[in-house]
Structures are given as structure tokens and as C-alpha cells.
């Protein structure tokens, strides 16, 4: 499939409407503010969010919800640089690099770099998802039930391996992930599953309500079992960009982790948590001065901040051209293309192609966005980071609650948000990754209604499964891969200890001029 | 995290022998071979097997991570049940109290619980918070949030 250049260039001439530009503005700001605060994730920030494209046009809403994305990944650098505490999972790596700098008065000089790698990242992320997930869906129009079997195979298979530090709770989540999606009527056949009767269980848990339950909720319960003290903030940030000498310092860097970052979030299943540790691995091991990482290297702070934000435009390429999200993030945006009635896969650039590069044009201006309004609200998104949680923890829990009931007014909703944000918090803290569930959700009925499918159309002949390379081919990489993961598990996970240690004795420091 | 993980195990394996039970009642399909209780058997068996293999490595010691235990004189361990019982109360007045009255006194004893003893910041905040995601909710998205006691007012 050929890029349509004529209507690239209408889809900016959309996205550079006064609406479309104050909502990318608000999500950005809106992503920023999340994303810097400790414990809040863009996960939770674009779940938390998605009632509020309930009955606007699509364009509108998605719009708003790349601009959070986007400014959810940088925010998480704030707190990270600032307090020694990453707003997101995916600053963790910043933090290496970020407080030590902090520490030496170059608070400003980390922000500003910390600022233009996620912007850089940003905007080669949106390049690369701008060329290839035409290419992928063109590829993805042969696909029939078998193949989709297949995809949705190695989807589960590589989500499987990469999930938490104990192989066998990443497998449990996705399991329990996987049964919960049974529960409501049989895809094929329309018996009703698990449901106990109830008719509010016939069409199964409701996605929007479950992923506010286990990515916001949670959170609730979790911040109300700290202790609430809040740091204060008596950095000098006094640089919105960095130097030249510094872009050119960095620019190898800024370069490789992009692609990296763009690469690892296309992978199903795998983050910004990830790709930026990946590339802060590989930035330190190609430095010509590796021991001066921990210390404040600049290159090591562009290089994970870099990623993070390029992981965003990779976790949209299968999502667009395949129906399978990249990361958590998209698993929930997944949600909000359907209550928009768009159903993301190859079909969507048949049916919408005017929304995809809708998509594909917000996805550029919302990086744009969140580089002026990270300049501008420097100051004031730092102290942000002080906000009283006495006030934001229960405000959380209303708009949750109030976002879950909102769709369709169902007070079934509410408890079924309740009851996944107590799930949520207790796998959290007996170390069961989450992000299994949120994508077993997705995956699971699609390889269950294709199997079944392709099964009604051989009569019950399993050998079926096996008449298409595509369909052969994924199911051997998903053996190869959950074969791969296991093997590797241990190495990873040492390799991981080993930064965490490296997280931990940064952390561990007395601070000095940036937070006390 | 030995006990954590024993228990965690158990339920694995609870739910999963449940929804196996629960499947063989589910009908046969003689065209397709495989019926409406074919995935989750297979899904309920895979949550067993590593369940089983939790429970497993908990009793030969091989534990991963540490957790603290849940201590009723810990504070925070107070608060976060005070907010469960709360959050369950906020479900069940939802409808009937409405989304205003309920979302203001649930703000307000939340913070209090939480520690905040600021009077200007318990009276404003509880009200603007409240106020300002009806007004995104019901005036600028037009969505309906349960009006309650205050129906004759809002309408």
C-alpha cells in the first residue's frame, strides 16, 4: 500500500484546526502533569482519560489521546531528574543519569536534553509508524481466520516471556487475563460462559471499566498505603533547549535509541520500560567512557528518554495495521478506537484511511506540542510533582469512577472498576504483572474466534491450521520465541538486577541541590 | 513472599479447577469438534499447571521478591481499608444519593483520612473537584451522571 501524499497533507490541514490543536494541547499538558507525578503511568493517565472522548469525533478524541501519550512519556523525566523518582516505569533508566546532574546544579541542563530526546524520539517514532504500518497492513489484507490464530499466537507468546521478573506469574496473569475473557457468550455459538446468570455479564467484562479498574484504581489503593510526604523542589531550571555542543554530544545517541525505542515498542507486549532500558544498555556499552555512566552522562539520559518516547509511534504500527497493540498504553487506546466504532487492522485502512492518517498527523504535531509546552511550563510542571496527594488520591478514585459509569450509564460498571482496580492492587503487590491481563483481553478473543472459526470452515480438521506458511510461520515463532524467553530468562533477569542495583545505589544517595 | 505465593497458588488453582467444572457442562459441538468449553479447559488447565508450579517453587524455598506483611497497627494499612469500605459505599449510593452529594462527602472524609487537616483545603477542594468533572461530564461531553437526591434541582 502507496503512501497517499494528497491526503497526508489534508489530514495535517485537519489536525491544524483550532479544536484539534487545544485538545492535542490539553492531552500533552494533561500527559505532562500525569506522567511527572510519581505512581501515576500513562496507562493510567490515558485510561483515566478516555471518558472524555465519549461523544466527540473521532478525530478529536484520538487526538487528545496521542497528545497524553506523548506527554505522559516525557513527564515521567520531571520527577525522575527533580526527586530522584521516575513518574513512569519508563523514566526509571533517566533517573540513572538525570538526579546525578541534578545533583551537580545541571538540573536545567538534564530537563532541556531530557525534554528534546522525547521530542526527538518522538517525532522519528511518528516518522517510522508513518511509513511502515501502511506496509504491514498491505501485508496483514491476506490475513484470514488461520492467520489471525497465528498473529494473536505470538502476540500472547511474546507478551508471555517479557512480563515481570518471575516467569511463571507472567504466565499465570496472562492465563487468568485469558479466562477472564471467556467469561460472557461463546463467540461461535452464543452460550453464555461464567456469566452466574447475570445478565450484565452476558457480553463479558466491560473493557473500559476493567482497564480503569486495574491501571487506576489500583493505584488508589496503593498511594493511600504511603505515607504521603511530599519533597520539595530547589532546582534551578533555568534551560528550555540544550546546546548545540550537547545535541551534537548526544546526536549518535539520540539516533540509535530512537530506532531502538521505535523497534522495541512494535514488539506486542513490550514499553517504553523496556526500550529505554535496552537503549541506556546499549548507549553505556558503545561509550567511549562507559564509567562515567551513573555519574550524570548526558548521552545515557538522552538515550533512555529518547527511546521511551520513540517507543510510542513503534507500539502503534501493529496496533494500526494489525489490531494488536505494541504496549499497555495501546491496549487502552484500543478501547477508545472502539467507542469511536473504528476497529483497528487492515480493514481500518480500507474502510478509514482518512482517520489512520488522521492518526498519523496528530501523532507528529502532539510531539511539536509537547516541546513548546515543555519549554513553557517548565517551572510549573516541576512543581507539580508537590502536588497534595491528600487531595489528587481520592480526586483519582472520583473521575474513575464517574469515567466507568459515564458509557452507558451502568452501575455494574462501577463495581466491575471497584472489583478489577482490588485485583489490580493485589497482583501489584504480590509481584503479578498487570500488563498480561489488559492484552490477554485483547488477544484472547481474538484467537479464540478464530480458531473457531477457521474450524467451522475445515469442518473440524485441525490440519487446517497448518495450510498457510503466514499461519505456520508465526505459530514457529511464537514456539521459538516463548522457547527463547525461557532459555534467556535468567540472563535477563541478572542483567535487569544488575541496573535495578545501579537504580537503587543512585537512589540510595543523600540528595543535594535538587530536592531536599 | 513464600506464604504470598502459596496462597496465590491456591487460588490459581481454585479458579481453574472451577472453570474446568463449569466446562464440561458447556455443549459438544459435533461439526466444529471443539465447543464453547474447549478454550477455557485449555486456558484453565494452563492456570493449574502454574499455579501448581508457584506452589511448587514456594515450598522448596525458591521464592522471588519480598513483601512486607499487612499489620493492622500500620497507618497505611488503615487507610487503605478505610478507602476499600469507603469506595464500596460510594458504589452503592452512587444511584440513589447522586454523583454531587456522594463525590462531596467521599472527597471529604478521604482527606481526612488521608491526613489533610487544612480547613481551606477541605472545604474548596471536595466542592471544585466535584463540581468541575460534572460540569466536563454532564455540560461539555452531555453524558448523564446519576443526579439522586438533587434531581428536582438539576432536572
Given at each position: 500500500?502507496?503512501?497517499?501524499?494528497?491526503?497526508?497533507?489534508?489530514?495535517?490541514?485537519?489536525?491544524?484546526?483550532?479544536?484539534?490543536?487545544?485538545?492535542?494541547?490539553?492531552?500533552?499538558?494533561?500527559?505532562?502533569?500525569i506522567g511527572a507525578l510519581p505512581g501515576l503511568t500513562a496507562t493510567m493517565g490515558v485510561a483515566l482519560l478516555v471518558p472524555l472522548t465519549f461523544g466527540?469525533?473521532?478525530?478529536?478524541?484520538?487526538?487528545?489521546?496521542?497528545?497524553?501519550?506523548?506527554?505522559?512519556?516525557?513527564?515521567?523525566?520531571?520527577?525522575?531528574?527533580?526527586?530522584?523518582?521516575?513518574?513512569?516505569?519508563?523514566?526509571?533508566?533517566?533517573?540513572?543519569?538525570?538526579?546525578?546532574?541534578?545533583?551537580?546544579?545541571?538540573?536545567?541542563?538534564?530537563?532541556?536534553?531530557?525534554?528534546?530526546?522525547?521530542?526527538?524520539?518522538?517525532?522519528?517514532?511518528?516518522?517510522?509508524?508513518?511509513?511502515?504500518?501502511?506496509?504491514?497492513?498491505?501485508?496483514?489484507?491476506?490475513?484470514?481466520?488461520?492467520?489471525?490464530?497465528?498473529?494473536?499466537?505470538?502476540?500472547?507468546?511474546?507478551?508471555?516471556?517479557?512480563?515481570?521478573?518471575?516467569?511463571?506469574?507472567?504466565?499465570?496473569?496472562?492465563?487468568?487475563?485469558?479466562?477472564?475473557?471467556?467469561?460472557?457468550?461463546?463467540?461461535?455459538?452464543?452460550?453464555?460462559?461464567?456469566?452466574?446468570?447475570?445478565?450484565?455479564?452476558?457480553?463479558?467484562?466491560?473493557?473500559?471499566?476493567?482497564?480503569?479498574?486495574?491501571?487506576?484504581?489500583?493505584?488508589?489503593?496503593?498511594?493511600?498505603?504511603?505515607?504521603?510526604?511530599?519533597?520539595?523542589?530547589?532546582?534551578?531550571?533555568?534551560?528550555?533547549?540544550?546546546?548545540?555542543?550537547?545535541?551534537?554530544?548526544?546526536?549518535?545517541?539520540?539516533?540509535?535509541?530512537?530506532?531502538?525505542?521505535?523497534?522495541?515498542?512494535?514488539?506486542?507486549?513490550?514499553?517504553?520500560?523496556?526500550?529505554?532500558?535496552?537503549?541506556?544498555?546499549?548507549?553505556?556499552?558503545?561509550?567511549?567512557?562507559?564509567?562515567?555512566?551513573?555519574?550524570?552522562?548526558?548521552?545515557?539520559?538522552?538515550?533512555?528518554?529518547?527511546?521511551?518516547?520513540?517507543?510510542?509511534?513503534?507500539?502503534?504500527?501493529?496496533?494500526?495495521?494489525?489490531?494488536?497493540?505494541?504496549?499497555?498504553?495501546?491496549?487502552?487506546?484500543?478501547?477508545?478506537?472502539?467507542?469511536?466504532?473504528?476497529?483497528?487492522?487492515?480493514?481500518?485502512?480500507?474502510?478509514?484511511?482518512?482517520?489512520?492518517?488522521?492518526?498519523?498527523?496528530?501523532?507528529?504535531?502532539?510531539?511539536?506540542?509537547?516541546?513548546?509546552?515543555?519549554?513553557?511550563?517548565?517551572?510549573?510542571?516541576?512543581?507539580?510533582?508537590?502536588?497534595?496527594?491528600?487531595?489528587?488520591?481520592?480526586?483519582?478514585?472520583?473521575?474513575?469512577?464517574?469515567?466507568?459509569?459515564?458509557?452507558?450509564?451502568?452501575?455494574?460498571?462501577?463495581?466491575?472498576?471497584?472489583?478489577?482496580?482490588?485485583?489490580?492492587?493485589?497482583?501489584?503487590?504480590?509481584?503479578?504483572?498487570?500488563?498480561?491481563?489488559?492484552?490477554?483481553?485483547?488477544?484472547?478473543?481474538?484467537?479464540?474466534?478464530?480458531?473457531?472459526?477457521?474450524?467451522?470452515?475445515?469442518?473440524?480438521?485441525?490440519?487446517?491450521?497448518?495450510?498457510?506458511?503466514?499461519?505456520?510461520?508465526?505459530?514457529?515463532?511464537?514456539?521459538?520465541?516463548?522457547?527463547?524467553?525461557?532459555?534467556?530468562?535468567?540472563?535477563?533477569?541478572?542483567?535487569?538486577?544488575?541496573?535495578?542495583?545501579?537504580?537503587?545505589?543512585?537512589?540510595?544517595?543523600?540528595?543535594?541541590?535538587?530536592?531536599? | 513472599?513464600?506464604?504470598?505465593?502459596?496462597?496465590?497458588?491456591?487460588?490459581?488453582?481454585?479458579?481453574?479447577?472451577?472453570?474446568?467444572?463449569?466446562?464440561?457442562?458447556?455443549?459438544?459441538?459435533?461439526?466444529?469438534?471443539?465447543?464453547?468449553?474447549?478454550?477455557?479447559?485449555?486456558?484453565?488447565?494452563?492456570?493449574?499447571?502454574?499455579?501448581?508450579?508457584?506452589?511448587?517453587?514456594?515450598?522448596?524455598?525458591?521464592?522471588?521478591?519480598?513483601?512486607?506483611?499487612?499489620?493492622?497497627?500500620?497507618?497505611?494499612?488503615?487507610?487503605?481499608?478505610?478507602?476499600?469500605?469507603?469506595?464500596?459505599?460510594?458504589?452503592?449510593?452512587?444511584?440513589?444519593?447522586?454523583?454531587?452529594?456522594?463525590?462531596?462527602?467521599?472527597?471529604?472524609?478521604?482527606?481526612?483520612?488521608?491526613?489533610?487537616?487544612?480547613?481551606?483545603?477541605?472545604?474548596?477542594?471536595?466542592?471544585?473537584?466535584?463540581?468541575?468533572?460534572?460540569?466536563?461530564?454532564?455540560?461539555?461531553?452531555?453524558?448523564?451522571?446519576?443526579?439522586?437526591?438533587?434531581?428536582?434541582?438539576?432536572?
Amino acid at each position: 500500500m502507496d503512501i497517499n501524499w494528497g491526503l497526508m497533507a489534508s489530514s495535517y490541514g485537519a489536525v491544524f484546526t483550532p479544536s484539534v490543536m487545544l485538545l492535542i494541547a490539553v492531552g500533552v499538558t494533561a500527559g505532562i502533569v500525569i506522567g511527572a507525578l510519581p505512581g501515576l503511568t500513562a496507562t493510567m493517565g490515558v485510561a483515566l482519560l478516555v471518558p472524555l472522548t465519549f461523544g466527540r469525533p473521532p478525530l478529536e478524541s484520538l487526538s487528545m489521546l496521542m497528545g497524553i501519550y506523548a506527554g505522559a512519556m516525557y513527564g515521567g523525566a520531571i520527577s525522575a531528574i527533580l526527586i530522584r523518582t521516575p513518574g513512569t516505569p519508563a523514566a526509571a533508566a533517566t533517573v540513572l543519569e538525570g538526579y546525578p546532574m541534578a545533583k551537580r546544579g545541571e538540573a536545567g541542563r538534564a530537563m532541556a536534553m531530557a525534554l528534546f530526546a522525547s521530542f526527538f524520539g518522538g517525532v522519528v517514532g511518528a516518522v517510522i509508524m508513518t511509513l511502515a504500518s501502511p506496509l504491514v497492513s498491505s501485508f496483514a489484507l491476506r490475513f484470514g481466520p488461520v492467520e489471525y490464530f497465528g498473529l494473536a499466537l505470538f502476540g500472547l507468546s511474546v507478551i508471555i516471556s517479557i512480563s515481570g521478573r518471575s516467569l511463571i506469574k507472567g504466565f499465570m496473569s496472562a492465563f487468568f487475563g485469558l479466562l477472564i475473557c471467556t467469561i460472557g457468550f461463546d463467540p461461535i455459538s452464543g452460550f453464555p460462559r461464567y456469566t452466574f446468570g447475570a445478565m450484565e455479564m452476558m457480553e463479558g467484562p466491560p473493557f473500559i471499566p476493567t482497564l480503569i479498574g486495574l491501571f487506576a484504581v489500583s493505584e488508589v489503593f496503593n498511594e493511600s498505603l504511603k505515607s504521603g510526604v511530599v519533597k520539595s523542589i530547589t532546582a534551578k531550571l533555568d534551560q528550555y533547549l540544550p546546546s548545540w555542543a550537547d545535541i551534537k554530544y548526544c546526536f549518535k545517541e539520540l539516533c540509535r535509541s530512537s530506532v531502538i525505542g521505535t523497534i522495541v515498542g512494535a514488539i506486542p507486549g513490550a514499553g517504553g520500560d523496556i526500550a529505554s532500558f535496552i537503549s541506556y544498555g546499549e548507549a553505556k556499552r558503545a561509550s567511549k567512557n562507559p564509567e562515567l555512566y551513573g555519574k550524570g552522562q548526558i548521552e545515557g539520559l538522552a538515550a533512555s528518554e529518547c527511546a521511551n518516547n520513540s517507543c510510542q509511534g513503534g507500539a502503534m504500527i501493529p496496533l494500526l495495521s494489525l489490531g494488536v497493540p505494541g504496549d499497555a498504553v495501546t491496549a487502552v487506546l484500543l478501547g477508545a478506537f472502539t467507542i469511536q466504532g473504528l476497529q483497528p487492522g487492515p480493514l481500518l485502512y480500507t474502510e478509514h484511511i482518512d482517520i489512520v492518517y488522521q492518526i498519523f498527523a496528530s501523532m507528529m504535531v502532539a510531539q511539536f506540542a509537547m516541546q513548546f509546552i515543555g519549554m513553557a511550563g517548565i517551572q510549573l510542571f516541576a512543581r507539580v510533582i508537590m502536588v497534595d496527594r491528600s487531595i489528587l488520591t481520592p480526586a483519582i478514585f472520583v473521575m474513575a469512577m464517574v469515567g466507568a459509569f459515564a458509557m452507558r450509564s451502568n452501575i455494574f460498571d462501577v463495581y466491575t472498576t471497584l472489583a478489577f482496580g482490588m485485583i489490580g492492587f493485589l497482583m501489584m503487590r504480590y509481584d503479578f504483572p498487570l500488563s498480561p491481563i489488559l492484552l490477554a483481553l485483547i488477544l484472547g478473543p481474538m484467537a479464540e474466534a478464530n480458531l473457531r472459526r477457521a474450524m467451522v470452515m475445515s469442518g473440524g480438521e485441525w490440519s487446517i491450521l497448518v495450510t498457510s506458511p503466514i499461519a505456520v510461520t508465526m505459530m514457529v515463532l511464537a514456539v521459538v520465541s516463548l522457547f527463547l524467553s525461557i532459555r534467556k530468562h535468567n540472563q535477563v533477569e541478572a542483567k535487569l538486577a544488575e541496573m535495578e542495583e545501579a537504580f537503587e545505589k543512585t537512589i540510595g544517595e543523600q540528595p543535594a541541590g535538587a530536592g531536599a | 513472599m513464600k506464604q504470598a505465593d502459596l496462597v496465590s497458588g491456591g487460588i490459581g488453582v481454585a479458579i481453574g479447577a472451577y472453570a474446568i467444572w463449569d466446562a464440561q457442562h458447556m455443549p459438544e459441538d459435533v461439526v466444529m469438534k471443539i465447543g464453547p468449553g474447549f478454550f477455557p479447559t485449555i486456558l484453565a488447565g494452563g492456570l493449574i499447571i502454574f499455579s501448581l508450579a508457584l506452589i511448587f517453587n514456594a515450598l522448596r524455598g525458591r521464592s522471588k521478591g519480598s513483601v512486607e506483611r499487612l499489620r493492622w497497627s500500620d497507618p497505611g494499612v488503615r487507610k487503605g481499608l478505610f478507602l476499600l469500605v469507603a469506595a464500596a459505599l460510594f458504589c452503592a449510593v452512587l444511584k440513589p444519593l447522586g454523583f454531587i452529594p456522594t463525590a462531596i462527602i467521599f472527597m471529604l472524609v478521604m482527606m481526612l483520612v488521608l491526613g489533610n487537616r487544612k480547613p481551606l483545603a477541605l472545604t474548596l477542594a471536595p466542592l471544585i473537584v466535584t463540581l468541575g468533572v460534572w460540569a466536563i461530564f454532564e455540560k461539555l461531553l452531555h453524558l448523564n451522571l446519576p443526579a439522586g437526591v438533587l434531581v428536582s434541582i438539576l432536572g
